[in-house]
Structures are given as C-alpha cells and as structure tokens.
C-alpha cells in the first residue's frame, strides 16, 4: 500500500511530537466525525465515539507503525470499532440503522426525487451490513479499496467483489418503472 | 458525472465488462447513492470542547495548529515588495559601473556560450533557478577578480562572500532568504513535558533493565510463589511493544517479551488506584484474528478489553449511591494457591451520562497482613496503575466495568478474613467534594466451580486471554480447562452468550495444536 502523506505526521506523533498530533486530530476531527454520524446517527452518542476514538488514538499513538498501514486507515479502523463498541453496549447491530442516518442531504448535484432517494434508502438497508459499510466508505467516503480494507480488516479483493456484487443487487433490485421514469424525466429535462 | 462516480465505473468496467451496456444505470445508481449522503456541517464547538477533554484526559495541553495572523495573499505581497525595495539600490549601486547588471549578466552569458567559461562538472548548480545561477556567475566573478576565473562552485555562504562585502549579494541572500520569511505563525513551546512525551519515558524505563532492588524483588517473589516469573519478567522489560509487534508469533519466548504488570508485594505497595476507564477493541481484534486461523499479535491481547467486552455484571451494593460497586473473590482457576478478585464498577440509573460521576477512579487498599502480594490483569497500556492519573476515569449510567487482580495470600491462607478494601471515588459535581464509596472484600474465597456463572464465566474469559497472551503468569492456565469452564457456563440457563464465546476458545486450541513451538 502506498504511504499517505499524513503517515509521517503520524510517525512523529508516535514519537512524542505533541504538535503533530494536534495537527492529525485537527485534519481528522471533522472527517472522523463525519463518519461516526453517518454511523452512529444521534448527536450525543457522536460525541461519546468521537471522544472515545481520539483518546484512544492519543493511547495508542506510540505503536503507530506505518509499515502495516497508511495512518487514515488505523484512525478509522479505530472510530469504527469505538462504533461497533458503543452498539454492542446498546445491544444494536450496527450499520443496519439507516434511519438513524440525519436526514439532510448534500446540497450539490441536481436534486434526486424523493420516491427514488427513499426505494434507494430502503434497498439500501436491504444490503449486509458488512455489504453496506464497504459502499459507503467507497461512495460516501471516496476510500480506495486498499484504505477500506484496511478499515474493515478484509483484503482489498474481497473488497472490491463485496462492492461489485452489492451494486449490482442494488441495480437489479431497483425497480424498472422507477428507472423507467427516471430516464424520461432526464430525457425531458435535456430536451428542455 | 462526478470525476469520483467516474472512477468507480471505470474500476467495476474493468472487474465486470459485461457492465458495458448498463453505464447509464450504474451511474445513476452511484448518483443516487450519493445523493443519499447525509450533510453534516462542521462543529467546531464539538471540536474545541473535545481538544479540551483530551487535555484533560492526558494531562497536556497540545498547542493548536499555528493559523496565520494575516491573509494567505499578505506573505507573498510582503515578499516581492522587499525584494523590489532592496533590489532597487543593487541596481543604483551597479550603475555608476557604467554598464547595468542585465548587461554584465548578459556578458557572462555570452562568454559562457563561447565556451570559456563552462562550468566544471562539480558545479553545485543543479538546483537553482536562472536568477539564482547568474547571479552566482557574477558573483563568483567578482570574488576572484577576474572576468575569466567565473567559478560556479561559488555559492551560498563561501567563505569570502559575505553580503557585506559585495552588494550584489545582497540580492543573492534575498533569494535565499525567501523560503524563511514565508513562515509567519509561530507555535508556542511549552516547557512540561506532554502525555506523548510522559509514555515515551514510561516505555524508556520499561525498556531499561530493571534495577537491583527491583531484580531482588521480583526474584524473591517468584522465589516465593514458585514461578518463573522473574527470569521472563526481567526479560519482559527489555523489548519495547513495537519490537514485539515485529516477531514473529505465536513464539513463547516473544509473547513472554511483552511487559506484563509485575506481582507487587502489598507491604511495599499497599494502595492501587486506577481510573474506571477501560478501552475498547481487542476482542475483535482478537476474534478476527482467530477466525481467520491465526494467533493474534500480543500487543492487541488486552486482558481488561476482553474482560469487559461481555457485560455480565450487577453491582447492588449501596443503594443510596449513584455508583454501585462489587467484589468477588474466586480460587484462582490457573494457580490454586492463587485468588481472582473481581471487582465491578456500575454507574446506576438508566442509560446516559452520570453527571455525578466526573474523574471515577478505583482505589484499592491491600491488607499486607492477608495479601502477600497483587497483580493486576490486563491494563498494560496505560503504564504501571500507579502512574495513572486518578481523574482520568469517566462513569455513565448503566454502564460499568471489571477490574481484575490475583493475589498471593499470607502463607497461603484462605480462610475467613477480609483481605482488602476497594473505595470508588468521584466528584458528584464541579466543585463538590470528592466521594468515596468503600466496600471490603469477601472474607472467603468461592471455588471457581460453585461459583455463579457469571464470575465462572469472567474467570474463563480471564484464562483464555492469559493462554493467548502467552503470559509468563499463566501457571497452569490452558484452553482445554478455559473450554471446560466455557462449557459448564454455556449449559447454564441463560448463558446463550457463551456459546460463540465457547466456539473461539475452541478454535483457539486448534490453532494451538496446528502451531509448531
């Protein structure tokens, strides 16, 4: 796997470098955030897994080894089993809770109709779990198979045949008449 | 299409071409997948707030990234303005010469290209831009006096070429001293050593051999208690965590290396404390080791994670409190001269914060006249208990955890007597007065058999990891007796829990049995 750049920032953090390890947790809170909430839904428990994941990143900082993986990956792998934990504890599966997810959306893009957002939401949570967290890390998250792999300890390759086969359950379950639609109304709007 | 939706399609094009003729609904599929995507703005309240948590947490106070005081367009503004204004008087200074410094450049530009000024092949030019080159040309002009003798080896700081000397390296100097008045910010040290720091001089120490009174100590006890100890326990403090991630595994001798915590004689340490804080991870790390056939590295055996990745434990004593506290003493199931203390910790109530339970922390207290020596399970991360800060724990309502120790007792009695006392302390709120709840311990020590299948069930848990962990305090503690135990706990009623715990300590013995020693 090739180094991240971060990888050396991390090196020194694991050598004592205080800065350095305030730069990592300054890059990384917002994303590790971000993660945990598409994850972990409720405010409150957020907080509780993102505090969790970075103290237990600052104990465990100086067995950081880059040779066994690019730095993104050990603080994700971490946030997620802080996830996982904090599930476990509330006797939930986890990554199974769509409807935990916030329901706002990104902003950009043309607007998607909400029949079709939510026969996808819903096709979505039909998915295995593991099934579902590799899509989102690649899609929602643009992780490289290698990082995903790294995060949800597969290998690359299972990775990469876990997120073909799920999209294309995802495209045969879609509804016809919705892809019909959804075509026809491209079609008019590019005519228009 | 997004460039990222782009590439997806390309790498499933090329796992799968038989996609070719669906791009279009690929497309629209990843689009809407994305369109799923829930926006979540940045908190930067959440962010200060949990820098502070983690100040707290470790005692030190990391600085904030340097931001610059100015905006990003200030820096270079500032820098080609000086170097204009101190370029300006390099010029006047040249002129009086009679020719202007873009003509004397283009002279040794000219006698360059006719050949007799070539720079040697030791020239250290490889890196500067064309300014940089052709004013080291003239420069080194200059230094020797002659037209001819134009030396490129001639450069930033030879001895002779002080800016002083030779205004024309004053605009030499600005080149070079361009990088280092791009950085403004600066970070503000700080004289305390950080958390970082501390951990690396804990590891230091461990990594020191131990000291002569340690070395007497540690070898009068295992003198006493029978045990290998101190041989893998002097050894033990030799290699760093990182070394023993390295070895290769499932090697005694490397599983040995890890720095366990030692038997500590109550008469010279007669107090523990500990914070009610307990991380999380190891056992899935673990498991999926196992599963997947494989020993799992010694640094991700946690004893106290795997203790408490099973909930099983109901503290009822002191009603009145918030915090409810429990201690069960067991025969300890590898070492019958030994006793298994467990004590748990639970924040009453439902699930939720526990305001009242702010810095929890575990004190024990050890009866140097019934405890000849104790030893904590797991916890090697966080340094010796001692050195753990006792504010450091965090408590929530309807949550809890497990601490476990062995202990030696006097002589090997086991009768009735009470053999230490455990105290939780907290602070109910900002301000208040620090509360303690205190509880002894049994005064009689259960057989792991008779015991209720809970603290049966803690025990194997308990075994198993000291099995995987290769622990040089493993005494007789072997998967076939954790899968006994695991057994006898899974028939219980109730105990369906056991099971998958059943199925790893099995899967753990044949990997065992497949592995050479």
């Not at chain 2, 629209?28 to 995507?37: Q, T």
């Not at chain 2, 290998?228 to 403090?237: D, F, G, H, R, V």
């Not at chain 2, 050890?366 to 050195?387: I, M, S, T, Y």
Request: hydrophobic share 40%; glycine share 8%; net charge neutral.
């Amino acid at each position: 796997m090739s180094p991240h750049p971060h990888d050396a920032l991390a090196v020194r953090a694991s050598k004592g470098d205080r800065d350095a390890f305030g730069e990592l947790y300054d890059h990384y809170f917002e994303p590790i955030r971000r993660f945990v909430a598409w994850h972990g839904g409720k405010p409150d428990r957020v907080e509780d897994i993102v505090s969790q994941a970075f103290l237990q990143a600052l104990d465990r900082i100086t067995a950081y080894d880059p040779a066994k993986g690019p730095f993104p990956a050990w603080l994700y792998t971490i946030a997620r089993h802080c996830v996982i934990d904090q599930f476990r504890r509330e006797k939930k599966t986890v990554f199974s809770d769509l409807s935990l997810v916030p329901d706002a959306r990104e902003a950009e893009g043309e607007p998607v109709p909400e029949e079709r957002l939510a026969q996808m939401r819903t096709l979505l949570a039909e998915l295995k779990p593991q099934q579902r967290e590799v899509v989102l890390l690649r899609v929602w998250e643009d992780k490289s198979y290698e990082e995903i792999a790294a995060i949800v300890g597969r290998s690359a390759d299972a990775c990469k045949m876990s997120f073909s086969r799920s999209l294309a359950l995802l495209r045969d379950r879609m509804p016809p008449v919705a892809l019909f639609l959804a075509f026809c109304l491209e079609g008019l709007r590019s005519l228009a | 299409m997004k460039p990222e939706d782009a590439e997806i399609l390309r790498e499933l094009l090329q796992r799968d071409p038989s996609l070719a003729g669906h791009t279009d609904k690929v497309a629209r599929l990843l689009a809407d997948l994305r369109a799923l995507r829930p926006q979540i703005p940045d908190d930067p309240a959440l962010k200060a707030r949990l820098r502070q948590k983690l100040e707290a947490a470790h005692g030190l106070k990391f600085p904030p990234r340097p931001r610059p005081r100015w905006p990003q367009w200030f820096a270079p503004s500032l820098a080609i303005a000086l170097f204009f204004l101190i370029l300006t008087p390099v010029v006047l200074l040249l002129a009086p010469r009679g020719k202007s410094m873009n003509q004397d450049l283009a002279v040794e530009d000219a006698r360059a290209a006719g050949g007799r000024d070539k720079p040697s092949s030791a020239a250290p030019l490889g890196g500067e831009t064309d300014l940089e080159r052709k004013t080291i040309r003239r420069k080194g002009s200059q230094a020797t006096g002659g037209p001819g003798d134009a030396r490129p080896s001639v450069g930033l700081g030879e001895p002779g070429s002080s800016p002083a000397s030779d205004p024309a390296d004053l605009s030499l100097n600005l080149v070079a001293a361009l990088g280092p008045i791009w950085p403004i910010a600066q970070v503000e040290s700080e004289d305390r050593p950080g958390f970082l720091e501390k951990k690396l001089d804990s590891a230091r120490e461990m990594e020191a051999p131990p000291s002569r009174a340690s070395k007497k100590a540690m070898g009068g006890m295992a003198a006493s208690m029978g045990q290998a100890a101190s041989a893998p326990a002097a050894k033990a403090a030799s290699p760093s965590r990182a070394e023993a991630d390295e070895a290769p595994r499932p090697v005694d001798q490397v599983a040995a290396a890890f720095p366990e915590n030692p038997f500590i004689e109550s008469t010279r340490e007669g107090v523990s404390r500990l914070p009610a804080r307990i991380g999380g991870g190891s056992f899935d790390l673990v498991r999926r080791e196992i599963l997947a056939g494989r020993f799992p590295k010694r640094s991700s055996v946690r004893l106290e994670e795997l203790l408490n990745h099973y909930r099983f434990h109901r503290p009822t004593s002191d009603g009145a409190e918030s915090v409810g506290i429990q201690v069960s003493l067991l025969r300890c199931p590898w070492n019958p001269s030994h006793l298994l203390s467990l004590t748990a910790l639970e924040g009453k109530g439902k699930p939720g914060p526990l305001p009242v339970a702010r810095g929890a922390s575990l004190e024990w207290r050890w009866d140097g006249r019934r405890v000849k020596a104790h030893r904590l399970l797991g916890f090697e991360n966080g340094g010796q208990p001692g050195a753990v800060q006792a504010d450091q724990g965090e408590l929530r309502a309807g949550e809890g955890l497990v601490i476990a120790h062995e202990l030696v007792p006097v002589d090997g009695d086991l009768g009735a007597a009470t053999f230490f006392e455990v105290a939780v302390q907290f602070t109910p709120a900002p301000g208040a007065t620090v509360r303690r709840v205190r509880v002894s311990a049994p005064g009689r020590a259960m057989a792991v058999e008779s015991a209720p299948p809970a603290l049966r069930f803690a025990a194997t848990v308990l075994e198993w990891g000291l099995v995987l962990a290769r622990s040089p305090h493993r005494g007789q503690a072997n998967f076939e007796q954790a899968e006994r135990l695991a057994r006898g706990v899974r028939d219980e009623k109730g105990w369906e829990l056991a099971a998958e715990f059943l199925d790893l300590v099995r899967k753990s013995a044949q990997i065992e049995a497949q592995t050479p020693r």
